[in-house]
């Protein structure tokens, strides 16, 4: 399929379900925060939840992260390391700051490409006008697309990142097999996501501040409480550490390693197609 260079539809059909569920999804049935939903539902949920929040998405990872979102995702950059030429896809990245961060870090001649591929429209159009205010005219290119099912040809990118968006997918699995797919030999695989504190006490303390605080505040600043309570129920249906570690290595990747930030609130895993 020809690469993307602009905001495009989104399929109108989600992934079949006949893919692989994951995290304990069974019999044509995935979880969606703690609710158990078909397959084909998730996908039109998830673009719900996204599609009423676009507008304040930086807002709700300020909130949930305290703000330290921002060093979280400057730690992602400086694992990226991006370099001249680089071809670079991130996913699930809609209103451009991972995009941003790279092209900031390349500098003025911006000697690279880099490309957002994104589920939902609505952050699509919030990070494409959050682009011209910043002066980025014609060096990102924006595509509608599934995390499951990239519309890029294989072995066209140097690096693969995600923040905050594999979480949200049907098919964790699928989703990793794809970001191999897409990646050149010797490309880079980068997920920034909430992860499991390892804290036993700090594992307290957050469980509190997420079930309780997390949405009442976004109920008072967006007035979409269950938006909030969802994403706080899919960081904890996220897989572990070390078990999304084993899952990248089963769809092909290598040298695989993570990073815990904050104590595992959050948490960057890399690996490498070779």
């Known amino acids: 399929m020809k690469e993307q260079d602009q905001i495009s539809n989104p399929a109108d059909q989600p992934p079949s379900s006949g893919a692989k569920s994951d995290d304990g999804a069974s019999h044509g049935t995935t979880h969606f925060g703690f609710r158990d939903v078909g397959l084909e539902e998730k996908p039109h949920l998830v673009r719900d939840v996204f599609s009423s929040v676009a507008g304040r998405y930086d807002l709700m990872n300020d909130l949930m992260s305290g703000g330290i979102h921002r060093l979280w995702k400057a730690t992602l950059i400086d694992w990226l390391a991006p370099r001249a030429g680089i071809r670079h896809l991130d996913v699930a990245g809609g209103t451009g700051d991972i995009a941003f961060r790279t092209l900031e870090r390349l500098g003025e001649e911006r000697p690279g490409r880099v490309a957002v591929c994104d589920y939902t429209p609505e952050m699509l159009v919030v990070g494409r006008d959050r682009a011209i205010d910043r002066g980025y005219i014609n060096e990102i290119d924006w595509a509608c697309g599934d995390a499951q099912e990239l519309p890029f040809?294989?072995?066209?990118?140097?690096?693969?990142?995600?923040?905050?968006?594999l979480r949200n997918v049907t098919d964790i699995d699928r989703a990793l097999s794809e970001a191999h797919r897409v990646l050149k030999p010797g490309g880079h695989f980068l997920c920034l996501e909430f992860s499991h504190v390892v804290l036993p006490i700090f594992n307290q303390l957050y469980d509190l501040y997420s079930f309780n605080v997390l949405p009442a505040m976004g109920a008072a600043i967006t007035g979409d409480r269950e938006a909030y309570a969802y994403l706080v129920e899919s960081i904890r249906r996220f897989p572990p550490q070390e078990e999304l570690k084993a899952r990248m290595e089963a769809a092909g990747f290598k040298v695989t390693s993570y990073k815990n930030l904050s104590g595992g609130i959050a948490a960057i895993h890399s690996g490498w197609r070779v």
Do not use: E, L, N, Q
């Not at 040809?153 to 968006?165: L, P, Q, V």
């Open 153 to 165: 040809r294989r072995r066209s990118w140097d690096a693969y990142t995600i923040a905050f968006g």
